[in-house]
């Protein structure tokens, strides 16, 4: 292959990858839809969603967290699902953990907002 279907890549002796441009391409999209499926199967396992459901919970709320209005990224390890009573929520990490920190106590979270007052 000529040289020009290799990247450049100064950290190696010849300064170009070792994968062509396309295995190179190849490889991170196995890589994307194996990350996919992983997360498909989490949904299925931990929360008994389909990737469906999932993807209208995040239209839903308008691809944002229902708390921060921060972005939320599909299939990403910064979206967090939370069963809140009966209902499932996309929230981000940050969220995501002061509702951990407060175990969906009603009381401990009211308090905490008493005390920030």
């Not at 691809?63 to 967090?80: F, G, H, V």
Request: proline share 4%.
């Amino acid at each position: 292959m000529p040289l020009a279907a290799f990247g450049v890549n100064r950290s190696t002796p010849s300064g170009r990858q070792d994968y062509c441009k396309t295995c190179y391409a190849t490889r991170d999209k196995d890589k994307f839809w194996a990350t996919v499926h992983r997360y498909e199967q989490i949904l299925h396992d931990e929360y008994s969603m389909t990737p469906g459901e999932y993807l209208d919970l995040w239209r839903q709320q308008r691809k944002q967290c229902p708390i921060c209005d921060a972005p939320l990224i599909l299939y990403s390890r910064n979206t967090r699902i939370r069963i809140i009573g009966t209902a499932k929520r996309l929230l981000c990490v940050r969220c995501d953990r002061g509702m951990s920190g407060f175990n969906n106590d009603l009381k401990r979270l009211e308090r905490a907002v008493e005390l920030l007052r």
